[in-house]
Structures are given as C-alpha cells and as structure tokens.
C-alpha cells in the first residue's frame, strides 16, 4: 500500500513537471513578453536590458527551473491586460469559483445519486423511462444554453432570481463568501445549477449503468436465493457495490466543475477564476493563462490522488498485498 | 414415481417454461413431472441447453425475465409455490428452499466479509439476536470444515481459495434450514482435486440435516456418486428418471444408453467410446414426435409423429416407444441432425 | 448485393432500430436537419452574411406568430442587422455540423494513427505518447480547446485568425478529443503484436506492420465508432460553446453558438427570438445525434442483447 502511495505521488508530480512545461512555453514562446509588457516607443536598448533583467537570455533550462520556482510560489509575473499581479488576480477571484463549483457539487450528488439509484432499481417504470429522457436532454444541452434559459425564465420573465453578477457577499479576511446573506445565496442558485446539470446527468447515467449491472450479478441472485428482502438486496448490497465504482467518477467530477466554471461563469458574469481565463484567452494574455493552466493542472491532481486512496477505503480487495491492480470488475 | 410410503417433499407437475423472443416463443421446459423425497438427492443431467437449469431456476422462482413459467404446477410440502406472490416466495428461499449455484467466486458479494453475510442470512429467517446468529455462523463454517473459523468468518470472499469459498456458500445455503438444496453445477467451476471434497460435504450434510437435493449437472461422474435417483433430460424434456445404479448400468432410454456409453471407465481396454451422431436440436428446431428421434438408431415411424410421455421401462421410467406395448413401428433410417 | 440488402433487413440491428420509435425520430430528424443545413445555399430565403443584402431597418423584428409586427419574408424574425433569423439559422447549422464531423474525423485519424505507432513501436515513444496522453486527459476537452486556441491567436493576427477560424477550431477540437481512440487502438495493437501470425509473417519476410494493421483495424471498429458517437454530439457543444465565448466562429461565418452569443447581447431587453431559435436548433440537432448514438451503443453491446 506504501509503494502504492509513493508511485501514484511521484506519477503526480510527473504530471504537474509536465504541465509546468507547457506552461512555460507559453509563457515564453508565443508572442513576445517584452512586447506585451513595455510600450511602442521603448528602445531596443532598453527592451534588451529588459530582457537581461528578466533572464530572458539564459538557457532554456534554466529559465524552467526559475520558472517552477516561481509557480510554487504563486508567483507568475503581471498581467499583459492590466499589469497587475497575476497571482493576486487568481486569488481574489478565487473564492467565487470555489464556492459555485461546491454549490454545484452539492446538487449534483445530492439529485444524481438517488436518481441514479431509483432508475437503476426500477429501470422500467414510467416515471424512470421520464427521468431517463429528461437526462438526455440535460446532456445534449450545452450548459452555456441553459443558463440562458434559465436567466431568461427565472430574471427576465419572472424575475425571482438575479440574472448576473455575484450579488452580496461578505468579506471574512481574504475570503469572500455568499453564503451569510439571503441574496447572496439567491445568486448561486441559478449558476450553480447551469453548472451542476450537466454532471448530474452523467452522474445519473453512471450510477443508473452500474446498478443494472450489479443487479444482474452471481450474488445478487444468489443473495435472492437466500431470501434476504428487497431492501436488503438493493440498498445493502446493489448500492454499496454500485457506489464504489461511482466514488472515482465523482471525484473527478469535482475537479471537472471547477474547470467547467468557465463558461458558467461567462453567462452569468460571475466573477471566477474561470471568467478571469476567457478573458485572458480572448487577449492573448499569455500569464493569465498559464497560471490558470498550472492551477487547475494542480487541483486534478490532487482530486486524482485523493480518489485513489479512497478507492482503497473502501474497497477491501485492494487492501494488503501492496494491491495496486485497480479491481474494475465485481 | 417410486413407491415411497412419504409423501414427496416437491412434486413438480407437467411444467412448461417459456421464452417470448422476437422469433416467436421458445418452449425451453416443455412438460417435466418429477418428485423428489424428504432427504433424496434426485440428480438432473443433460448437456448445456437441455433445461436442467431452468427447471431449477423456476422451482427457486428466480427465471429471468423474458422466461416465465407458462404451465404447470410446483409444490413443496403439498403447498403449491409456483404461483405466490414475491414476498411469499421470498420466505420460501433460503428457508424451505436453498440454491448453490456454480462459480464460488461471483455467488460472494466481495465487498462484505463471510460471517456479516451469513449472519443477514440467519437473521432475515430466524429470530436470532446478533450474537446468537453469529454463534450459529462460526458453527456453519465449522462444519463446512473451514479451518480457523473464529478468525477466518471476518474474512472476505477474496481471501478465500475457490475450494473454501464453495464451502461458504454451502453454509450460507444451509444456515436457515432448508429442507431442500437446488444445487445448479456447484462442482463445474473447482479444480478436479477439489470436487471430490465439495461433494462429499454437500452429501454428508444433507443427510445429517435430512435435506433433499436436486443436483443438476452434466457430470455423471458426480451424479453416480451422490445422486440416489437420476433424471436425464433432452431438449427441454424428462427422458428417463429412475435409481442411479439401474440408470447407469441399464439405460432405457437410446439416449441414455449414448450418454452412459461415451463415458470412458477406468479399467475398459481398447475399444471405441460410443459417439451419438449430431446434436441436441436448437430450441426454434425441435423435431415433431420424440425430440430424439433424428438421432435415434431404434426410431420407427411411429417415433416421428407421436411424442413418449414417461413410461415403465425396467425399474426406471424412459419416454420411448420402445417400451411401449405396440412399439416403434416400421423402422425408418437415420438421418444424422446438424451439428 | 440483394442477398446483402436481405441479410441486413434480418439482421438484429436493423429490429432493434425499428422497434425504438424514438430512434427512428431521431434519425428522421437528424437526417432533415443535415439536409436542409447543408442545402442552405439553395433553400434558405435570404443570404444574411453578404452585407449587400442587409437593411438595417428591417432589424430586430419578431416573428410572424408575435405580435403585430410580423412580416413573412422573415419568419422567423430579424437581429439587430437586419440578417434573418431562419436563414442564419440554415447556414449556422451547416458550420456546427460540418466542424463537428470535421473535428471527430481529425480526433479519429490521429488518435488511430498515434495508437497504432504507440502499440507497435513501443517503448519510448510508446512511454512518451501515452504520457502525453495522461497529461492531456487530466484537462476537460473544452478547456485544450481554449487553450489552442489562445495560443493560435497569440500567433497571428486577428483579422488572420478570422480568416482561419474554422480550421483552428476544428483543430483545437479534434487534438482535445484523439486521446480515446489511441487508447483503444493501442490496446488493440499490444493485443495482437504477441499473436504467432505476426512472428510468422516476419518470418516469410512480409511487413508485420501492415498484416497486424489489417487484423487490428476490424477488431477496434466497434469500441472506435461507440467513441465517435459520443463525440459527436460532445464536438458540436464544444465548438457551440467556444463560439459562444466569442473564441469560435466569429460573427462574420457564424455557427449556432456565435448566433447564441449575438442574441444574448440583446436577451435583457426582451428580443427573445434571436436567442432561442438558435438555441432550440442547437438542443434538437444535439439530441438527435445523442439519441443515435445511445442507440447505436446498445445495438452494438454485446452484453446487452
């Protein structure tokens, strides 16, 4: 199990050298930093000390390394766009992601799972054949297009809900957070749920999959064969046995929201991590981007690493031995 | 049936199990009678696709949907249970009725230990306190014959060699009682060294627990040394049914005699193991008359039109004309059926 | 080629298509859409992007069923320019379908390509291309899109990048989705290089490389086009979504998500139509495709019959 923990860290760390190194390319490579960060009429004398003083000149390695170096410490050079610090950028608009990307969690386990389950159990009943339709639309839907909808039903024709913006938030030290205030709450409904829909349709869809499957397993019959009642059969033995396989996916889900946030956030001008990315790609700015990349870079790894050692939590075949070999099967 | 001075503990009446396919209805069962005494181990044999499982899995009550039971009649202890509702037959299983069915491996949910699923077992069927189910637990394992039982019963499935684990299953079929064991191929999937040991348990158990056995397999090897009755069943139908030993040694039934003639025995010198030309039919193919007559070396015209119903035959019974007072009639040439 | 028709009107796939209504709609609908897109030049009433034909006083009209403003040569209502909505619609379904096969063809070439290199030559290359592919994977397929699709901007200028946007955007969209498909490939071709018929070929001086290629190909068939499927509706919202973000198809050859992004300027003050028609077009095309494609998987499992 130890060697298992140290493989995974260290392929962990190989993944985030590798992002590193896409990132530096950016950083360096397209377009030119100097250009992006002084105006027209600065001398090439002075652009070259520029470029000396920035240690633009040393080797391409060495160059990586400081940039590494910096990254770990957050520190990623200022905006082409508006010249400020990049990390202080990310970071105040940090808490706005963390805070939809969780709502949306919430909603998504918390509708996905159960549906999940009860179209699984009763897959041919009507209401399961309407939730099954239901979910794919949800996934044929791009989320930018349902937030719309969404905001053009909820706040421009009903006007119950906010259609843009974070709405009120209260400052605790560096955080800022909705959720102390009604209104602030109001904000993240909608956007939380235009972020959250996609995946809880394939939440939905997963846990439904892995339910009919276990339902159709040796010791589920065998489990029948010995009398043990419904609620029994489907909710200790189909759902723990389903649920173990969906652990991995909902992880990863998490990240996937995070990342996501993006185009929720665009929609709904909500003020994110995300947002902050479009903007950047839509400017060229190239610092901006790369950042966002080595943050989000870090974030799947961490969520990746997180479900594996659950995955050994909870299921027993993978304890002891060192066992490794990822038991997919039932 | 055979005279016993009991009444029969499951008598199944003329049962019919079908299959609603695209292609029209498939008749997988087609109209099997047999009874089965307190305390008898009635072996069922037959090749892959004959029904031997099907009729097992409708007496448990677990056919899979499309497949339904169309006709016919089963009783356990005179109660019919064919027909109840699912939460009636829910009772019956595990309780009255126990199954093992063939892979050890994949009848164990993985995810929990051994003496947590026996002990749910125990406690759906019996008014046993935690505790006391899991007494009753340990002394399962014991006489399945796992060794350590005090430690191993919080093992999981997955520590467990296929041999052990077939003994887990045992104890977990037997622990509410039943007084009667459908055992679906229980031996196929264990090493050879190791079905001699899973037999001779499942034999000695039920005797010491007087429980009836219905053992279905297509190895007569375990069927001679377990079975006291065997039924051989063909395409969908009972055959020939009667004591082992008269089976064996003095097969009725043209099929039988191929079945019994194509094993090898040990001591037989030179010689050619006896082959029956083609195969059983396809459940969309099956011949009018008798199902076997296409590769019947006996058959006569009457085997083409009019179907056997199970008839005495020596000390057993065989659904052949042959035994019939007015026999085959003209002899008809054999035709060899596809494989 | 009768007896081809014959055994394919028997076969198991065509029953299980009949018998699903629901696919069958699916398919009537998808294939009506394709057609009218693609036959947009000759059936759409007006040519909205050739400025020549705009007037600006025929913008933002609603359409005919609302209100009183109606007029038929728009039926469907105008946008702030004067362009027609139905007919935008037309040839904006015709970019979205054609990038979106586009980009799963690209995903299905190089990955295919890649896998077959990745299995066969093994080794470092092997090591690399599967690393990248790790890489690669921990990213959302939206966010590689962006991503390639900044750098190209950060390459060129915009008025070239306009030029070439639908290139990229394929592009972009086809290198986030090849992963799947090398993977599966890859598998396929470790499988078979062990297999003796391919030491017996290099024995008889034949190229391993082109019998393996010749075994593996029919055997990935299935699993290649289950992934296309899904692809392909993934494809089309994701160049939907990126145009959305005003990084696509720009206003000038606009695709449904483009058209999407120019009704939302104007959603707030109630024109709803330049927004929703669009939409609506999108979710039905998209559905459509899905609905095929889940189809097409179950027909396909084995396990399922």
Known sequence: ?330 | MMATNNPPLLEVKNLRVEFPTRRGTLLAVDDVSFDIAPGEVLGVVGESGAGKSLTGNAIIGLLEPPGRIAAGEIRLEGRRIDNLPYEEMRKVRGARIGAIFQDPLTSLNPLYSVGRQLVETIQTHLPLSAAAARRRALELLKEVGIPGAEHRVDHYPHQFSGGMRQRVVIALALCAGPRLIVADEPTTALDVSIQAQIIALLKRLCREHQTAVMLVTHDMGVIAETADRVAVMYAGRIVEIGPVHDVIKNAQHPYTKGLMGSIPHLGERGGRLTQIDGAMPRLTEIPSGCAFNPRCTFRGQRCLVERPDLMAAGASRAACWLHDAKGVGAPVGRELADA | ?305
């Open chain 3, 1 to 305: 080629m009768a007896e081809w028709i014959r055994r394919a009107a028997d076969s198991d796939i065509w029953w299980s298509f009949k018998s699903s209504t629901l696919t069958v709609v699916a398919a009537a609908a998808t294939l009506l859409i394709i057609v009218l897109a693609f036959l947009s030049p000759l059936l759409a009433p007006h040519t909205p992007f050739d400025p020549s034909t705009l007037n600006l006083s025929d913008g933002l009209k609603p359409p005919v069923f609302v209100g009183t403003d109606g007029d038929w040569s728009f039926p469907l209502g105008t946008d702030d320019q004067g362009r027609d909505v139905l007919s935008s619609i037309m040839y904006g379904t015709r970019l979205s379908l054609v990038v979106g096969f586009a980009s799963v063809v690209v995903a299905m070439v190089l990955g295919i390509a890649l896998g077959l290199i990745s299995g066969y030559v093994g080794g470092a290359v092997d090591a690399v291309i599967m690393r990248i592919a790790d890489v690669q994977l921990t990213f959302p397929a939206i966010l590689v899109a962006l991503l390639i699709d900044g750098i190209v901007r950060g390459l060129i200028s915009v008025q070239r990048h306009d030029e070439i946007a639908i290139y990229v955007i394929v592009g972009a969209i086809g290198l986030s989705f090849w992963v799947q498909y090398a993977r599966t490939v890859r598998g396929s071709v470790m499988v078979e290089k062990n297999k003796e018929y391919v030491q017996a070929a290099r024995v008889i001086g034949l190229s391993p490389a082109l019998i393996m290629v010749r075994h593996v190909l029919p055997n990935v068939t299935g699993p290649v086009l289950v992934i296309a499927t899904l692809n392909l509706g993934l494809a089309i919202i994701s160049e939907a979504t990126l145009s959305f973000l005003g990084v696509g198809l720009p206003s000038t050859q606009p695709s449904l998500g483009t058209l999407i992004r120019l009704g939302n300027e104007v959603l707030q003050s109630g024109d709803w139509w330049i927004t929703v028609f669009p939409g609506a077009t999108l979710a039905a095309l998209v559905l459509a495709v899905n609905l095929l494609g889940d189809w097409l998987r179950d027909a396909l499992n084995p396990k399922l019959r």
């Open chain 1, 1 to 330: 199990m130890l060697a298992f923990i140290l493989r995974r860290l260290l392929q962990s760390v190989a993944v985030l050298l590798a992002v590193g190194l896409v990132s530096f390319f950016l950083f360096r490579y397209v377009g030119d930093p100097i250009n992006a960060m002084v105006g027209q009429d600065t001398s090439q004398q002075e652009r070259d000390a520029l470029r000396e003083k920035l240690g633009l000149n040393d080797p391409a390695p060495v160059q990586f390394v400081h940039f590494l170096f910096n990254a770990a410490q957050g520190k990623f050079g200022l905006s082409y766009r508006t010249s400020e610090p990049v990390s202080r950028m990310i970071l105040e608009r940090l808490p706005a992601t963390i805070e939809l990307s969780f709502c949306a969690t919430l909603f998504v386990l918390f509708f996905g799972i159960p549906m999940g389950v009860y179209t699984g159990l009763y897959p041919r009943h009507w209401s399961s054949r309407l939730l099954q339709a239901i979910s794919l639309i949800g996934v044929s839907l791009p989320t930018f297009l349902i937030g719309i909808l969404l905001i053009l039903f909820f706040a421009v024709i009903l006007h119950w809900l906010p259609s843009f913006g974070r709405g009120e938030t209260v400052t605790i030290g560096w955080w800022t957070t909705n959720f102390l205030t009604v209104k602030g709450l109001e904000a993240l409904i909608l956007p939380s749920i235009t972020l959250g829909l996609f995946q809880l349709t394939l939440i939905m869809r997963l846990v439904r999959s892995e339910m009919l499957e276990v339902m159709r397993t040796d010791y589920i019959k065998f489990a029948r064969a010995r009398g043990l009642t419904n609620r029994a059969i489907n909710f200790g033995h189909a759902l723990k046995n389903t649920l173990v396989p969906v652990i991995t996916v909902a992880g990863l889900q998490l990240g996937a929201l995070i990342a996501f946030a993006l185009v929720t956030e665009t929609v709904f001008a909500w003020p994110g991590v995300g947002q902050l990315f479009i903007q950047s790609v839509q400017f060229s700015d190239i610092p901006v981007m790369a950042a966002y990349l080595m943050l989000i870079g870090l974030l799947f790894v961490v969520i990746n690493l997180v479900v594996d050692l659950l995955y050994f939590a909870v299921d027993p075949r993978l304890r002891g031995q060192g066992g490794a070999a990822r038991v997919g099967s039932h």
